[in-house]
């Protein structure tokens, strides 16, 4: 059958695909949550544990090992725009289907869902999955004086989630002002720069690179008076049924902050 995928692209995929293999690790816990099994998942998709321990790992996100994947013979690869490498995506492309999903809010992410459960013959499970998810976000009560804040994705150099990401998406929806918004995707800043920026909040993500306690005082000597917190990256970055539970992840950090 012919199905659009989120580039636009119109790919041929069997009716259903037997043999999956998920480049994107928020993708692959959404496959798993749907109910489908897979042939083939990268280094990165964590969840569930138990794929993690047993699936074929076929490299990284951004280094996929092109000949094991096609050592699979896969009938579907579900990859992403943003975290999987262009060149590397169509060469797998030339060789079998490949459907794209390019996430910006929550609307791509749910339009995900439904699309890979229309695709995998789950459609009742991704609408279960997708109403949920709704539900959750709707019963947010962000506090109606916005929180300057910044979130940091990596250090060496220091990057922050730019506007035009779904971090920043996710920043919205817990009533934060990402202080960077002018700024597209993922930019380099320095210390000096956060600390002129009017930053009261500063997240440290636990994904792609591992923030700890001990970076909270490199910030602080910038931002003596900020709050400074770790944050879990999973709940603001991963865009497939993990956002199941972020609803609650960012009402307790939205509560703590208040105290």
């Not at 109403?131 to 990596?154: C, D, H, N, T, V």
Request: charged share 20%; glycine share 6%; proline share 7%.
């Amino acid at each position: 059958m012919l199905f659009t995928d989120q580039l636009g692209r119109s790919v041929e995929i069997p009716s259903p695909p037997r043999r999956i293999v998920s480049v994107v690790p928020s993708q692959t816990e959404l496959l798993y949550d749907l109910g489908v099994s897979v042939t083939g998942i990268t280094k990165f998709c964590v969840h569930p544990e138990s794929w993690f321990r047993s699936i074929t790992r076929i490299g990284g996100t951004k280094q996929l090992n092109i000949e094991k994947i096609i050592s699979l013979q896969p009938d579907l690869i579900i990859a992403n725009k943003e975290e999987n490498e262009k060149a590397q995506i169509e060469a797998l492309a030339a060789k079998f289907p490949v459907w794209i999903s390019d996430i910006q809010n929550l609307g791509d992410a749910c339009n995900m869902i439904l699309s890979l459960g229309n695709i995998l013959q789950k459609t009742s499970e991704a609408l279960s999955i997708t109403s949920r998810i709704k539900e959750g976000f709707a019963r947010l009560q962000p506090p109606s004086l916005a929180i300057p804040a910044a979130y940091f994705i990596w250090r060496n150099p220091w990057m922050i989630a730019g506007g035009d990401t779904f971090i920043h998406e996710m920043m919205h929806a817990c009533g934060f002002r990402n202080v960077f918004e002018d700024m597209p995707r993922y930019p380099v800043i320095s210390l000096a720069q956060l600390a002129a920026s009017g930053c009261r909040l500063v997240l440290l993500s636990s994904e792609p690179y591992p923030f700890c306690e001990k970076h909270i005082a490199e910030v602080r000597e910038y931002l003596p008076d900020a709050d400074i917190r770790l944050v879990d990256g999973e709940m603001f970055s991963w865009y497939g049924s993990r956002l199941l539970h972020a609803p609650e992840y960012f009402r307790e950090l939205m509560v703590s902050l208040q105290h």
